[in-house]
């Protein structure tokens, strides 16, 4: 018996000297017990008036901090800053306000909860170190109406989704739903038919197509809904503003790409990590060697050019810091197909379009802006050659 005591302490000192009796250790063990889990909604979309309900659970008490973030990681509410909260199930309330009081636009936003137990030790719940851009299924139907189509989708959990419309292997012509943040269901979106410059009847050329493309959002994401449209300026005025806490904001952009480094396997989608702020490709001009907007010229009929024929292609100016922000090519097409491509954009810039190589005719031109993210912008217009 006693020879069998000592095997049995051997064996144990041996097992905690390898560190395979964890249950004892902090934060950083693999098999300590979570101080906070169990995390939930009472409803995962909020309209004005309305509260989301954050339940969580605690295995010990502890002194909570909660957070609202914006989908670009921004901190517009703290719910609650190193408050004691007993052990057991708690919870508290987001009434889809930011710390100023006022309501936060339409868009999906992230929860983090962190609890500080007696002796000092953080515990965190951070739903982006686990879920998020994961490439989601979506299904598609398109259905013509008199104005134009009635695109409808369907998605079976909450996600980002993307369609726009283009040429088979050739330019991308109209956004139709651009990362917009949607739960799980069936929406129809109108689209009248156009191109973004509105000349263009995308669905009747030689190989158009639509191209939906969704990921999954973070688990725990709150999408408001029924407020203001306005997100990008709201972020915009958001990154100027820092709100005081006593803790740290847990979301951030480096700790996002970092688990989506470590989550790679799972298939993320690149967009996920473009700020959403950004997600829309700048808008921009085409003019000629005058200064003179296509879009002007070509409202009496194609523009009539010969041999080398230079063009410039200038961004917006409200778009212009988001453009370098980025980084953005230019594509160009010629009647639906690849002519020619820029690898760096700048903004003006001058291209030369050699229509040597085209048969005398009428053409159509179209400009591709495309981010190293998938945001794509669209600029077309009709040209008539005649070269002798």
């Not at 989708?153 to 956004?175: C, D, K, M, Y």
């Not at 005025?237 to 979301?251: M, P, V």
């Amino acid at each position: 018996m006693r020879t069998a005591t000592r095997v049995v302490k051997s064996l144990l000192a041996f097992a905690l000297m390898l560190g395979i009796i964890t249950a004892l250790q902090g934060p950083a063990g693999a098999s300590a017990p979570p101080v906070i889990d169990q995390v939930s909604l009472s409803q995962s979309v909020l309209v004005p008036g309305e509260a989301a309900a954050i339940s969580y659970r605690l295995a010990q008490p502890a002194q909570v901090t909660a957070m609202i973030y914006t989908p670009d990681y921004q901190v517009v509410r703290v719910l609650m800053d190193g408050e004691y909260r007993s052990a057991g199930i708690n919870s508290v309330a987001w009434d889809g306000k930011d710390d100023s009081g006022a309501m936060v636009p339409n868009e999906a936003y992230l929860i983090s909860l962190q609890a500080r137990d007696s002796q000092g030790d953080a515990y965190t719940y951070d739903p982006t170190a686990f879920s998020g851009g994961e490439k989601a299924d979506i299904q598609l139907e398109m259905i013509s109406t008199a104005e134009g189509y009635n695109v409808q989708f369907t998605v079976q959990e909450p996600v980002r989704v993307n369609i726009r419309a283009g040429i088979h292997n050739g330019p991308f012509l109209a956004s139709i739903v651009n990362w917009a943040p949607y739960g799980k269901g069936t929406y129809t979106v109108a689209w009248n038919g156009l191109d973004s410059g509105g000349s263009i009847r995308v669905m009747e050329q030689e190989g158009a197509m639509l191209l939906p493309l969704c990921f999954k959002l973070p688990v725990n994401s709150i999408l408001v809904q029924g407020s203001s449209d306005d997100y990008v300026a709201y972020a915009k005025s958001q990154s100027a503003q820092q709100i005081s806490t006593t803790g740290e904001a847990l979301i951030t952009v480096s700790t996002v790409r970092k688990s989506s480094l470590e989550r790679a396997s799972t298939g993320i989608s690149t967009a996920y990590l473009v700020a959403r702020a950004r997600h829309d490709a700048p808008k921009f001009t085409v003019n000629d060697a005058t200064g003179a907007p296509l879009a002007s010229l070509r409202k009496t009929g194609p523009i009539k050019v010969s041999s080398h024929y230079p063009l410039t292609m200038e961004v917006t100016a409200e778009d212009v810091e988001d453009f370098y922000e980025g980084r953005y090519e230019i594509v160009v097409f010629v009647d639906n197909e690849r002519f020619d491509e820029e690898e760096s954009a700048q903004t003006p810039y001058t291209y030369v379009l050699d229509t040597t190589s085209l048969e005398n005719g009428v053409h159509e031109v179209t400009f591709n802006l495309v981010g190293l993210g998938g945001q794509t912008e669209s600029y077309s217009f009709t040209i008539e050659v005649y070269n002798e």
